[in-house]
């Protein structure tokens, strides 16, 4: 955690476009930094926020792209896809079936329902992910809380720090570093290739 931390400060230093905050704007969507086609939202480098109930009556089906250091904070029910693109920084709570990707430098926290698709790509990832969820963290640093009959793919030097909250598959592949924690361990443990919790 205290790399994680090292390095969110130092991407901030060197002045990366991102580091949260993007150009000063901010908004609601829609609004005037962040407009909507229908359910489908765009937040450029602004400070946006999104609640899926404010595009889509049903507070579902939404979709927002977060492009060039914007900062953006997302809520969504039900099947909703938040891509996070370089140098933003994302929270997002989303409920159930939910596809979110960080990529490129992008810092994120996101809390993801029951069979939710979570992707971090070259990022900084804090990954809460429901029962039957799918999480892959690639050239990343990833701490991931895993929900029953989840799995988690750990791959191109990344590192990973997983806790599953029941049964859970891990992979971590040659160049990648990983810990896990199964719901009766007092601690986490390192290991390589792959390992599995079966609590739960």
Sequence with gaps: MLRFAFLAVLVCFMGTVGCGGGNGASSD?????????????????????????????????CSLSCTSGADCTTTCGEACT?????????????GFDND???????????SGGAESDLDCTE???EFVA????????????????????STVNCTDMSTCDVTCEGSCSVTCDAGSTCTIQCPNDTEPRAFSDGAECNDG
């Design 130 to 149: 429901a029962r039957d969820s799918d999480v892959d963290c690639a050239r990343s640093q990833c701490t991931v809380t895993a929900g029953p009959a």
């Design 123 to 125: 990022g900084q990832c």
């Design 82 to 94: 938040v891509t996070c693109a370089a140098n933003t920084s994302c929270d997002v709570q989303v």
């Design 29 to 61: 969507c829609p609004g005037a930094a962040c407009p909507c086609t229908g359910a489908m939202c765009d937040c450029v480098g602004a400070q946006c926020s999104l609640d899926c109930a404010d595009v889509n009556a049903s507070g579902d089906a």
């Design 100 to 110: 979110v990707d960080c990529v490129a430098g992008a810092m994120c926290t996101v």
